[in-house]
RNA sequence: GGGCAAUUAGCUCAGUUGGUUAGAGCGCCACAUUGACAUUGUGGAGGUCACAAGUUCGAAUCUUGUAUUGCCCACCA
């Protein structure tokens, strides 16, 4: 290499004046400016282009990256930068979630600690605590856009949204109103789960079961026993229930009433006779208690019977519990029980009872379910028109991927999906916390209180109050007798608004306070949407399919028309080394992509995520894996490091060497092959993304690049550069490559690219060029390969130091290729004498030798041969063909398959058998000259 | 209780409609040190594809059963 200071050239030297190692920090936050300035990310409702969109999956404005966010954004961002080099009109919308339950229990912990205020509800009030909330989101939204873009993400931060915003909100006032007036949502007294520590209702889809021993109590009531594990619910007890085909109790009838002695003191008791009761179970009796429990409900719904609360909101026991009252439930329990005992009520105890206890997703408190006036989407009501079919919710939620409008990657989803539908029940939406989108219900002061309030039954369990209003707008005024009015005190759901995502942030902004549109009409007027919904793919974890994904597709179809996307890609979680779940109170385990990004880069972060990740599967992540992806980088840039040397030596600027240059030059053997390979690439990378198959293509870009382009082709072109080709080849690497690995290939396209380009994020995809494609060549050079690791297996079989040059002679057939290869045997083997020749060697004593197909090897070792090592290797070798031909010949004589097998197969294994057998022919002989 | 998945080298995983001497990365063993790269190179060892039966000319691959592990769903008081 010449010295720098005698380098005049110094715009070429500074090609090699690339470090040796190459280090991420000082690359990637200057390259994401680079394309967020140069408007690569944003995209254009006008472009006449095919549109290809992604929304991404909103995290909470208030959080932090971790690698459930790296891993989608890294998925995403493939799929984006693919489709854009394909020359598609990529969109990917970022954005962020208000997360109302998740926020508002933040900052409430907050204030409550560093102000030492106990109830900051009660004391600051509604305006106030959502005033605090929205200055913390302000604070924290920051850090995770930041962070977003760490990861390279090629997002349009143009079109940013978070659910609060005007648009999003007036979208979901719209939605509710249409839904209120289709009869899809009312309100109603109906059964919910309570989580007494956050005070609100949660949906069915936000509690999960835990596993818990409990005492499982059974007492004596009237001539009936009866088992419990919660024996705090039963002060209010009135009634029996059993099977109606249970034979032990046929003597009672239905509606049959009895006298028994109960908590405090004698009691009515009713029988009911209900299927809903197993009379497998236990006694096959039990007593109710609707306010508590939903299937008790749902037995009281039906036959009609009485509801009594027992448990306030705090948790605690109400007045019917007489001396309990005011009790929390867990020191209640035993109590009570001690009271029954000493009555002599209580039959028997089972300790080892377990049981699924409903515990809060949030805040892990235990859900109480409890009877509260609530707003429900209906989702039975067959009012929807779908393709000019009336529909409920749930057959519109069925019908599209059954229709295979939406398909879902992995298929295996589906069956989950359609049994979580099955078992669907109304959504309750609304929530008793503030953070959120309150509920556009206004209530008349003085039609309700000036008139009682009335309710009229119209269908089923929907009611109508007087002096209500739902509406898109804010109403101050009665619109029926001008009083006053005060808006409903609940928000909504956090998924409500998130089902609407797909379409709610592509409606035009400016349009968000003009009330003369309605929704039909926003859509309309709203380019971003009729250019980009529906979404192309809607890629996130398999772990919220239920709360998120499917409700996009039940509120999208119901209030646009259209699917929210075509194609569903769900990612698996990314586990410890152990398979266990990251968690913070294992720090040890875990591994924080902005830890790892500063250390490792995120393209190897990337990369270290997505191979060997299958959709819907997990997969685990550990350092060492990171480290082995940021060594393949590495690799890419001394690679193209010397590529880069070896056009400065020569003299030859990349910038001027043209995508076909090398096409008037002669090439060898080794740039025909490469060019063979490289449109096999192209065709097997294309391919590959467009089925989703995104970790096998990664490994095929790692072993091209790895094994054959510098391992083989690198060493090959030493000292016999064709620099058009070089340049090619690699120009085609970092744009296969860019979509996994962003950064680094952009860095180095900057020194490689065509005079006129510009950055590589706006390149197009290459396009397989058929012509080019010499399989002859790619064939050949594996023989060329073949022989020169023969050559040094042997070599290292003997232990000959590699500074030491060998003897070798090649008996082979293929005369004329080898003889052109002659040079290349020679480097790569390290052979000082090679001679090549058709016929064989005879009796010579002291070679080591290694058959190919086709072809002999053989290192001369005057005086260093082992006889018997090689006696012993060869016998080996024997042994292995003997079984392998024994098997072929075995195969081959059976008629039924001769008959059977397709007629390629058993060419194959005809000449698999005589190849075997010609080699097997040259190691015998060659043990006998031993 | 119902359903879904997984089980292939010491570890993490590929293996696309059944036909390969079953592959890769990490780790391991031996050798190599100023040569694009030690975040490296060369060579090597390592697997009765969980088990059993079946379908087939032929099974890691298809069917059934068993075992182990994980996940999801469910109203068992």
């Known amino acids: ?83 854009r080099m394909q020359g598609k009109e990529a969109l990917w919308v970022p954005g962020t979630d208000h997360a109302a339950i998740a926020t508002e229990a933040v900052v409430i912990r907050q204030i409550q600690k560093e102000e030492k205020m106990p109830d900051p509800r009660a004391t600051l009030g509604r305006e106030e605590v959502l005033r605090r909330i929205a200055d913390f989101v302000m604070k924290s939204q920051g850090t995770i856009r930041s962070q977003v873009r760490k990861m390279g993400s090629s997002c349009d931060w143009s079109r940013e949204r978070y659910t609060m915003d ?14 209120y007036n289709d009869g899809l949502i009312y309100r109603g007294h109906r059964i919910v789960n309570w989580d007494p520590k956050m005070k609100t209702t949660v949906s069915d889809d936000e509690i999960e079961r835990k596993e818990e021993k409990a005492p499982f109590y059974t007492f004596q009531y009237g001539p009936f026993q009866i088992s419990t594990a919660r024996p705090e619910t039963k002060f209010g007890d009135k009634y029996v229930v059993m099977h109606p085909d249970d034979k032990r109790y046929k003597k ?79 020191k209640a329990r035993p109590l009570i029980v001690g009271k029954l005992q000493k009555k002599g009520l209580l039959v028997k105890t089972d300790e080892n009872y377990v049981h699924a206890v409903a515990v809060s997703y949030r805040g892990g408190g235990v859900i109480e379910p409890q009877i509260k006036e609530q707003w429900f989407v209906d989702v039975h009501k067959e009012v929807v028109l779908w393709k000019k079919k009336k529909m409920s919710l749930k057959q519109i939620l069925q019908e599209v991927v059954r229709k295979k409008e939406i398909a879902i990657i992995p298929e295996r989803f589906e069956k989950t999906y359609f049994h979580w539908i099955d078992n669907l029940k109304d959504w309750c939406i609304s929530r008793q916390i503030w953070w959120g989108h309150r509920v556009p219900v206004y209530y008349c002061e003085v039609c309700t209180s000036g008139k009682t309030v009335t309710t009229e039954k119209t269908e089923g369990r929907r009611q109508k109050t007087v002096g209500m209003f739902v509406s898109v707008k804010a109403l101050d005024r009665c619109p029926a007798c001008g009083g006053s009015m005060h808006q409903d005190e609940d928000t909504l759901d956090t998924w409500f608004s998130a089902a609407l995502w797909t379409w709610s942030t592509l409606v035009d902004p400016a349009l968000a306070d003009d009330f003369s549109l309605d929704l039909p009409e926003l859509l309309k007027r709203s380019p971003d949407f009729q250019k980009f919904h529906p979404t192309s793919v ?75 990740q299958s959709p819907g599967n997990d997969s685990k992540l550990y350092e060492e894996k990171i480290a082995g992806y940021r060594n393949f980088i590495n690799k890419l840039w001394n690679a193209s490091r010397f590529v880069l040397m070896q056009c400065e030596e020569a003299g030859i600027d990349p910038a001027e060497v043209r995508d076909t240059s090398f096409e008037t030059r002669e090439l060898s053997l080794a740039d025909r092959a490469l060019l063979y390979a490289l449109e096999e690439l192209v065709e097997d990378v294309t391919k590959g993304i467009e089925a989703y198959r995104l970790s096998e293509v990664g490994e095929r870009l790692y072993g091209f690049v790895w094994d054959f382009f510098c391992d083989w ?57 058929k012509e ?25 079989e003997y232990g000959i130091e590699p500074s030491k040059l060998g003897t070798v002679t090649i008996v082979s057939k293929k005369i004329e290729l080898l003889e052109s290869q002659r040079e290349n045997i020679m480097r790569l083997g390290r052979i000082d004498v090679l001679t090549i020749q058709e016929k064989s060697l005879g009796s010579t004593k002291d070679l080591a030798s290694y058959f190919l197909e086709k072809t002999e090897v053989h290192l001369h ?35 039924e398959f001769v008959a059977r097998a397709p007629e390629e197969v058993i060419t194959g294994e005809r000449e698999k058998l005589a190849s075997y057998q010609e080699k097997l022919t040259k190691i015998e002989e060659r043990l006998k000259n031993l």
């Not at 300035?37 to 909103?58: H, R």
């Open 166 to 179: 005007p648009m999003l909100n007036r979208c979901v006032n719209e939605v509710f109103v249409k839904m």
């Open 538 to 612: 809607m890629e996130t974890g398999y772990d919220i399919l239920f709360f998120w994904v499917a409700r996009m597709i039940l509120m999208t179809t119901y209030a646009t028309g259209q699917i929210p996307f075509k194609t569903i890609y769900l990612h698996g979680l990314i586990r410890t080394r152990d398979g266990k779940k990251m968690s913070k109170s294992h720090p040890e385990t875990m591994i924080d992509p902005l830890d790892i990004i500063p250390k490792y880069g995120a393209d190897a972060l990337r990369l270290s995520m997505i191979v060997g």
């Open 861 to 895: 070792l005057a005086g260093l041969i082992d006889i018997e090592k090689e006696k012993t290797n060869l016998s080996k070798e024997k042994e292995t063909l003997s079984k392998l031909i024994g098997a072929i010949e075995a195969k081959l004589k059976n008629k």
């Open 713 to 769: 082709y690198l060493e090959l072109s030493k000292g016999n550069a064709n620099h058009a080709v070089l340049i090619h080849a690699l120009r085609r690497i970092l744009k296969l490559l860019h979509p996994y690995c962003p950064f680094i290939t952009e860095e180095l396209w900057a020194h490689m690219k065509p005079q006129k380009s510009g950055l590589l994020i706006k390149e197009s995809w290459p396009a397989e060029k």
């Open 252 to 330: 009672y009838k239905h509606g049959d009433t009895f006298e028994a002695e109960w908590m405090n003191g004698p009691v009515t008791a009713t029988v009911i006779k209900d299927k809903a009761v197993d009379p497998e179970f236990g006694t096959g009796v039990m007593t109710i208690t609707p306010w508590h429990d939903a299937v008790d409900f749902e037995i009281a719904e039906r036959h009609e019977l009485d509801k009594q609360q027992i448990i306030d909101y705090e948790g605690k026991l109400l007045p019917i519990a007489e001396e309990f009252s005011g009790m929390p439930i867990e």
């Open 772 to 796: 080019r494609k010499d399989k002859k060549s790619f064939d050949d050079l594996h023989h060329v390969i073949d022989i020169i690791t023969a050559v040094r297996s042997l070599r290292a």
């Open 1 to 83: 290499m010449s010295d720098a200071s005698s380098e005049p050239q110094a715009a070429a030297s500074a090609l090699t004046r690339l470090p040796k190692t190459y280090d991420p920090t000082s690359v990637e936050d200057r390259i994401y400016k680079m394309w967020e300035d140069s408007g690569a990310f944003t995209a254009d409702a006008t472009s006449t282009k095919e549109p290809f969109v992604i929304s991404m999956p909103p995290p909470n404005a208030t959080g932090q990256l971790h690698l459930g966010h790296a891993v989608m954004l890294a998925l995403e961002d493939i799929f984006i930068r693919f489709a």
